[in-house]
T-cell receptor, first 111, second 115 residues
């Protein structure tokens, strides 16, 4: 079945450091790929999405490119801030309405 | 108010209590979802409603009873819960449920503690 595997955390960084969270997927067909973010005490918020191969999703300085050849959708940000401290979830959606979520990666950014 | 709202934000209940969680979406969507988020476990899909009809019950115990009176409102009725049911319960909505490619929009969740 469809699934995503994302980098296990926790990840601790200093402010202005470069962040990468790896996400790979297994799917039949042509899924959409998502990154959601969950700030402390809140629900999940859509961070970015990509619906087809080679699409790049971007938002708030975060980027991820849908790579069909490597079945990956890695999340990157060039210079993180303390306010980026959160749990990040990679997710996959295909013809089946269900979203397949990764386990989540906790990111802590220190000042 | 915009987006997906959930009430209450926090709930503490005993095992013999009956309580309900409420979700409302202001996005004009047709599909609504209940998820359970437990510590150190992946997000679990519980129920799906599309145009008020339940289309998925993901082997959820009967002590959880969903209700969807219209496309904007979703309830989760709780009865005789167990301590292991303590979790964050998240509601989400999407335009329709026929395609997982649709973005799901989440509410802030209800933090449930069962004593």
């Amino acid at each position: 079945g469809d699934s995503v595997t994302q980098m296990e955390g926790p990840v601790t960084l200093s402010e202005e450091a470069f962040l990468t969270i790896n996400c790979t997927y297994t799917a039949t067909g042509y899924p959409s790929l998502f990154w959601y973010v969950q700030y402390p005490g809140e629900g999940l918020q859509l961070l970015l999405k990509a619906t087809k191969a080679d699409d790049k999703g971007s938002n708030k300085g975060f980027e991820a490119t849908y790579r069909k050849e490597t079945t990956s959708f890695h999340l990157e940000k060039g210079s993180v801030q303390v306010s980026d401290s959160a749990v990040y979830f990679c997710a996959l959606g295909s013809n089946d309405y269900k979203l397949s979520f990764g386990a989540g990666t906790t990111v802590t950014v220190r000042a | 108010e915009t987006g997906v709202t959930q009430t209450p934000r926090h709930l503490v209940m005993g095992m013999t209590n009956k309580k309900s969680l409420k979700c409302e979406q202001h996005l004009g969507h047709n599909a609504m979802y209940w998820y359970k988020q437990s510590a150190k476990k992946p997000l679990e899909l519980m129920f799906v409603y599309n145009f008020k009809e339940q289309t998925e019950n993901n082997s959820v115990p009967s002590r959880f009873s969903p209700e969807c009176p219209n496309s904007s409102h979703l309830f989760l009725h709780l009865h005789t819960l167990q301590p292991e049911d303590s979790a964050l319960y998240l509601c989400a909505s999407s335009q329709d449920e026929t395609s997982g490619r649709d973005t799901q929009y989440f509410g802030p969740g209800t933090r449930l503690t069962v004593l």
